[in-house]
């Protein structure tokens, strides 16, 4: 099934950018916080522009682009802390985004943040004192609805007629994603994928 392609074959990327990412250290400190908030707003604008070209296709398959797009909550967030304008991330960083697989992929990767942001809210209320309502919109991702948007999205990806080679496009899109995140939040990819993880410095910009 696609969904196990996708997470078996991006395993080793997803590890690598929750370890060099760090995220319980850089939400502890409401400065790194916002560089944080302001680093994913820059990478998200962009690649959900890209993304809305496909918003046929996956209006075709049952998915509403639009509900699932978060950068106007990490503005919504950003606007709390006094920032209004973030950094644009290098469109030569982006992933490519040229196929509907591709979209897929790269979809499949944030929609997949959603989970984990539950758990960095809870470590953002307890060191920062706010909440979905204050400053982490984004971290809440649909609230108590995110199971369930979760599991409406697994749906989808089960019943795409994807060929292998389509397949194969999605898995590229989606290891593509997480490196993007991981070079455009932490600086430059720490060498070989076998190579030990470095942490990624709280405010250095690539």
Partial sequence: MLREALREHTRIQHARLEERLAIERRVRDRDAYVDLLKRFHGFYVPVEARLAAFTPAFR????????????????????????????????????????????????????????GGQVILRHVRQSLRIDEHNGAAFFSGYGPRTGAMWQAFLKFLGALPF?????????AAARETFESLETWLCGRMYGPLKQPFAPCPLQEIP
């Fill in 163 to 171: 060929e292998p080679a389509e397949t194969a496009q999605a898995i």
């Fill in 60 to 115: 075709e398959h049952g998915i509403d682009l639009t509900e699932r797009f978060k950068a106007t909550n990490l503005l919504r967030d950003l606007k709390v802390f006094g920032e209004y304008v973030s950094e644009p991330a290098d469109p030569d960083l982006l992933p490519d985004l040229s196929t509907f697989p591709h979209a897929v992929g790269c979809l499949y990767v944030l929609e997949g943040s959603t989970l």
